[in-house]
């Protein structure tokens, strides 16, 4: 897959749970392969592991459900919707999730 040029205009991220819903983590190889796969695509990536976040989300009719997290980033100079709608539906299988979070963000570079 080609390198994105060097005029990156966004900046990716994809947030995603250390564990599954039955509380098993989620094997580290899984992981890896991911940031494999970006930096083969987009050239690097960063990769946000070291205090994972929470998050936090109102579940229905269930209280309050929560997720250790870890979040990845890239930097692209376009969006291909059609292959990060991809990514989502393999992620959310692979990672047994009803909804992963993959957003972007405009950037200006300074």
Known sequence: MARQAAGHRYCVEILLPLAGEDGRPHPGA??????????????????????????????????????????????????????WSGLRRELERDFRQQEVVIRAHEIRRL
């Open 30 to 83: 899984a992981f890896e392969a991911l940031k494999a796969r970006l930096v083969d695509r987009f050239g690097g990536m960063t990769a946000f592991t070291r205090s994972p976040a929470e998050g936090l989300w109102d579940g229905p009719g269930q209280g309050v459900d929560r997720d250790r997290i870890v979040i990845f980033e890239v930097m692209a100079a376009e969006i291909d919707a059609a292959w």
